[in-house]
């Protein structure tokens, strides 16, 4: 390389050394404002973390005594909806003759009783039915996953009000 070249090249690279320090320093300024955005967004979100948080709590036990009689009106429903089911009407009278037999059992003991003899109706007799514990282990399930949707909701609007610029 020829001393041109070289005084050439050196010149260049000032040049370019020179370009770079006039952007760096506009690089550095929006980087400490990028943080100092971002420093701010988190402690704002703090800050309404704990209003939310604060108010949540205050009024948490309203909130929830509110979404437990909320159910009330679909209980009612759904005994009223419960009762026009033909099979439920079915198991309904299989169990109305189970508790028949007790009534007639019970007037047979009491009966023998008043006559003062030896008592010898046997006892009622009770059997578990499956089918209710399989419902009930299906609607708890159920239940379950319509409450998991309700959390999720909760935290939605949590975030929601995270987000919320003042």
Do not use: C
């Amino acid at each position: 390389m020829t001393t041109n070249e070289i005084q050439k090249a050196t010149e260049r690279v000032d040049k370019l050394q020179d370009q770079a320090e006039k952007l760096s320093a506009p690089l550095a300024d929006a980087q400490a404002a990028l943080e100092a955005a971002q420093e701010a967004e988190a402690a704002r979100r703090a800050e309404r973390g704990e209003i939310y948080d604060r108010e949540f709590a205050h009024n948490g036990s309203g909130r929830a005594t509110e979404v437990a009689n909320s159910g009330e009106d679909s209980r009612a429903r759904f005994y009223e909806l419960l009762a026009e089911e033909p099979w439920f009407a079915a198991y309904v009278e299989y169990r109305s003759a189970r508790h028949k037999r007790r009534h007639v059992l019970d007037e047979a003991q009491r009966a023998q009783r008043a006559l003062q003899e030896v008592v010898t109706v046997p006892e009622q007799r009770y059997y578990p039915v499956a089918i209710l514990t399989d419902i009930e282990s299906y609607a708890e399930k159920k239940a379950a996953e319509k409450a998991a949707e309700f959390a999720d909701e909760l935290r939605k609007a949590r975030d929601e009000f995270l987000g919320k610029k003042e």
